[in-house]
């Protein structure tokens, strides 16, 4: 469930990432994704640093972190002890691990012949190779609540605007 605390931090982070993306970048993940994602994945909890290996509020491992490209936080070396927990726990630079994961093993794990949100949600969380399983069931249930949440609102939103 959004906090009025949480809400506010995503709107930040958002907001700034969307004014840092460059023109040539590939972002295949969506802001409403991105806050879907961290709902479902740790309640957008920017308190808990790691749990089992997995780190920040979207949960990225370090294997994840690798594949992404190495990301770090103020252009620090990625061969520092701590590069990785510090890409992992800065929404920003987590946010773009994700994005460069998504474009480097992007694809349709539900065969709706579609790559999105869904897929990336099932990407992130089963990994790249096992996307076509079915998702644990409170990450899938979170997780599309919060979807069609956003969608409902984002209806509402075009209805007040016609």
């Excluded at 930040?12 to 993940?29: C, N, S, T, Y």
Aim: net charge negative.
């Amino acid at each position: 469930m959004f906090t009025t605390k949480n809400l506010m931090y995503l709107s930040v982070l958002l907001i700034a990432g969307v004014a840092a993306v460059k023109a040539e970048q590939k972002r295949p993940i969506t802001e409403t994704c991105l806050v879907c994602m961290c709902e479902a994945l740790s309640g957008c909890n920017a308190t808990a640093v790691c749990v089992n290996g997995a780190c920040g509020i979207f949960r990225i491992t370090w294997d994840q972190w690798v594949d992404s490209g190495r990301l770090t936080v103020n252009g620090e070396p990625s061969q520092l002890e701590n590069s990785f927990t510090n890409c992992a726990n800065d929404p920003h630079c987590a946010a773009d691990s994700l994005q460069n994961y998504m474009v480097k093993y992007g694809q349709d794990c539900n065969g709706d012949q579609q790559e999105n949100c869904l897929d990336y949600g099932a990407i992130h969380y089963m990994g790249p190779f096992n996307c076509q399983a079915d998702m644990p069931y409170t990450f899938e249930s979170i997780f599309k609540k919060c979807l069609k949440r956003a969608e409902m609102q984002q209806q509402q939103q075009q209805s007040i605007n016609t």
